[in-house]
């Protein structure tokens, strides 16, 4: 199982990204998906997780602004970040538990003007 994580970078306060997880190895739509998040010395808190029906959970701290989703076709699952707020600068992971952890590499999402 391979998951490659692509889409961060720089953006200011209030502005929008979309990060994108691409599985190999994996049906994502068989299994439930997660997006964490990781600032340096802190530990790793789950931000959004979409499950194989499609259900959508978020953290408090990003509900009504992030959105999970998935597209079967790409076996791909996104995370669509709007209105951005400073305090969610940090390196982004995606997640699959299928008897074991599979984590994506992270990608770095800084918000700042």
């Known amino acids: 199982v391979q998951l490659q994580a692509s889409g961060g970078g720089l953006v200011q306060p209030g502005g929008s990204l979309r990060l994108s997880c691409a599985a190999s190895?994996?049906?994502?739509?068989?299994?439930?998906m997660n997006w964490y998040r990781q600032v340096p010395g802190k530990r790793r808190n789950l931000v959004a997780t979409?499950?194989?029906?499609?259900?959508?959970n978020y953290a408090d701290s990003v509900k009504g602004r992030f959105t999970i989703s998935r597209d079967n076709a790409k076996n791909t699952v996104y995370l669509e970040m709007n209105s951005l707020k400073s305090e969610d600068t940090a390196v982004y992971y995606c997640?699959?538990?299928?008897?074991?952890?599979?984590w994506g590499q992270g990608t770095l999402v800084t918000v700042s003007s």
């Open positions: 979409i499950t194989s029906g499609g259900n959508a």
């Open positions: 997640h699959v538990f299928k008897a074991v952890s599979y």
């Open positions: 190895g994996i049906t994502l739509s068989l299994n439930s």
